[in-house]
C-alpha cells in the first residue's frame, strides 16, 4: 500500500514549488534558489489581527536584536550574498536589515497594508527574503536568470545592463534581484492572487523558507 | 663546474635571438598542446575569493556588535554596482576593502579600548583619592558602556565642603526617565451643529 502523501496545513493553498535557476547562475552560485507558492489573497487594508502580531513582534525585537542581526546565520548569508554579487549590503541593506532598520526609526513595525504586513512578519521571524507579485500577471513558472544584451525592463527608460541578475517568469525579467520590480507585476488592492517567492542563498535552509512562506501565507489570510 | 669555467672555446655571452624575434612567439599555445595545463578556468578562483569574502564579512559582523555602543567608526565598505557575476578582478577588489575596512575598524576600536582604559583607571584613582581629582567628571559613554552615568567628583554640602576639603566620587543615577506624550495644551472644545459651545462640566 502506497504511503498516504501528507496532508498540507489549511493555509497552504497551493505546495511551495521551487523555480528554475539559469544554468550560469547555478554553477557560480551553488545554493541559489526560489521556493513559490500562491496566496488566494491580493492586498488591501490589514486586519486588526494581523496589527496586533505587528505589535507583539514589535515588543520581542529590540536594539539589542538589531546589533546582533548580522551575526545571525540567516542574516549573514544574505549579506555575504549582497557581497558577492556586487551590492553593498550598507547601502543596500538586505530585506531583514530593511525592516530591522525601519523599526528601529520608526519605534515599532508601523502597518501598511496586509501583504507588506504579512512580509514583515514572515522575514522577521525567520529571516527569509520574501519577493511578491500579482500571479495573474506572471506567465509560468518563476526563475533567476541574467539578463540578455540590451534587454528592456518595465520602468526603465534604458536597456538593463548585459548579465544583470533578474526575476523572471517565462516571458520577461519582473524584478532586478533585491531592487526594482516591473510596476505590472506588483500586488495591489485588485489583485486576486498573490505569487509569494523565497529567494534561497547559500547558507540559508530550504526549511527557513518554507516556514518564512507558510507564515506569510497565514498572515494574508488572518 | 671549474671545468666548465677553463674552457676557452665556450662563448663568455650566450647568443640570444634579437628582441623582434622573442616578440613572435605565439600568443596562444600552438595546436595540439592546448591540454588542461594551459586552459585558465577563473571559477576556481571565483570561488575561493567568494569564501574569503564570506569569512571577512562575518567577522567585520562581530566587529560591529563588539563595537556597540560606540559611534562615529566607518563600517560601510563601497559595492561594485550590482546585481551581477564579478568577476575575478571584482572580486579582488571587494575582498581588499574589506581587508582594508577590518585593519581600520580594529585599529580604531584598539585606540578607543586605550582610551577607554585610562579613563577606567581615572575612575578608579578618583574613588581612592577624590581631593587630588577635583570636579573630574568621566562618562559611561567615556568608558565604552551604554548609558548616561556618570563617576563626577565634587565637594559634600557644596562651598562647605569645598573650604573643608569634603570631596568624594559622587556616581549617577543613570538616564532620566523616559517622559510620555505631553497632554494637550487645552481640552478638545465640542461645539454643538447650530454652532454654540457645550457647556464645561
Redesign the interface.
Known sequence: MPPAAPELPPEWESAPEPGWVAP??A??FPGLGLLCTVVEAGSGRSPEALKEQLRELSNRFAGAQA??L??RPIP?AY??F???????P???PTPVEQISLDRMKGGRFRSRNRLDDAIVIATMETGAAIRAFDADSVNGRLGLR?SAPKESFEGRTSPL?D???VIADEQRPLE????ASAKSALVTANSKRTLLAAIQVKGVPEIALEEALWLAASAMHA | MAELLERPDLPEELDLPPEEELGNLPPAPPPGLDTVLYEHDD?LA?RDL?RQ??AM??EL??L??SA?PRAGIE????????????SVD??EQ?RDA?AARLQDVKGELHDIGYVEEKHRALIERMSEDPASHKWIRVSNEQIGEPGCRHWHSRPRWGILGMIMGWWRVKVSSGCPLARGVAPPAKPPSFTSSDGQQAPAT
Do not use: C, K, S
Open positions: 550560469e547562475l554553477g557560480e546589533i546582533n548580522r551575526q549573514w549579506r555575504v549582497f557581497r558577492h554579487i556586487g551590492l553593498d550598507d547601502g543596500t541574467l545592463p548579465g544583470t541578475i532586478i534581484l533585491f531592487g | 571559477g571565483r567568494r569574502i564570506a564579512e562575518a559582523g562581530e560591529f556588535a556597540f563600517f560601510q565598505v563601497a559595492g561594485l554596482g550590482g546585481p551581477r557575476i564579478l571584482e572580486l571587494v574589506l
